[in-house]
């Protein structure tokens, strides 16, 4: 199972909008609306930030919204913050019972 | 809060066996599913494989035949054990709740530093 497609790094301005995709294949994302992004601050435990494609847990800014359309999901971060820098991790439920992760991508707030 | 922590030794020779152990307070490890997950040092993120609370499990394909997962309800913890490593499996292990499709990684522990090496 190899790794689903993320761009190394993304930047923006604070008060920007950012889109960070993820692409993987019909196994995966294009086939379950299993996909979840995870931020994951330097030297910290990865923290779930959408999950089932669009939706937030409890507890997670509005500013943090999901979207995938066939094998490419995406993660959109409006209003851009300073604390948004981190990096950004999807995952997808795949068509082997299992999990697959992207390579993740740094994102820098300008 | 669910909270969880990994325990076990940072340094594991090549070819031996690596085992940590979860714990996790706060709530039951009752029916819920628990993972691990590791993070090589500047890598991305592996799914290792998860174990219900009444003992089933599925594993990533890839570290299958090596993987052993085991969960002890009275004492709230589930243990990875993980066969014949190499250095490419210095990694930093995380536990997480979650890992059967529906379930979401919503809770982690901190993580431990496991470094394969003689």
């Known amino acids: 199972q190899s790794a689903l497609t993320q761009p190394a790094s993304v930047s923006g301005s604070p008060g920007q909008s950012i889109t960070i995709s993820c692409t993987g294949t019909?196994?995966?994302?294009?086939?379950?609306?299993?996909v979840s992004w995870f931020q994951q601050h330097p030297g910290k435990a990865p923290k779930l930030m959408i999950y089932?494609?669009?939706n937030r847990p409890s507890g997670v800014s509005n500013r943090f919204s999901g979207s995938k359309s066939g094998n490419t999901a995406s993660l959109t971060i409006s209003g851009l913050q300073a604390d948004d820098e981190a990096d950004y991790y999807c995952?997808?439920?795949?068509?082997?019972?299992?999990?697959?992760f992207g390579g993740g991508t740094k994102l820098t707030v300008l | 809060q669910v909270q969880l922590q990994e325990s076990g030794p940072g340094l594991v020779k090549p070819s031996e066996t690596l085992s940590l152990t979860c714990t996790v307070s706060?709530?039951?490890?009752?029916?819920?599913?628990w993972s691990w997950i590791r993070q090589p040092p500047g890598k991305g993120l592996e799914w290792i494989g998860y174990?219900?609370?009444?003992?089933?499990?599925n594993y990533n394909p890839s570290l299958k035949s090596r993987v052993t997962i085991s969960v002890d309800t009275s004492k709230n913890q589930f243990s990875l054990k993980l066969k014949s490593v190499t250095a490419a499996d210095t990694a930093v292990y995380f536990c997480?709740?979650?890992?059967?499709?529906?379930?979401?990684?919503?809770?982690w522990g901190q993580g431990t530093l496991v470094t394969v090496s003689s």
């Open positions: 997480a709740r979650g890992g059967e499709v529906g379930t979401d990684f919503d809770f």
């Open positions: 706060g709530g039951s490890i009752s029916s819920n599913y």
């Open positions: 174990i219900y609370y009444s003992g089933s499990t």
């Open positions: 019909t196994s995966d994302v294009g086939g379950y609306n299993y």
């Open positions: 089932e494609v669009n």
């Open positions: 995952s997808s439920y795949t068509r082997s019972s299992s999990w697959v």
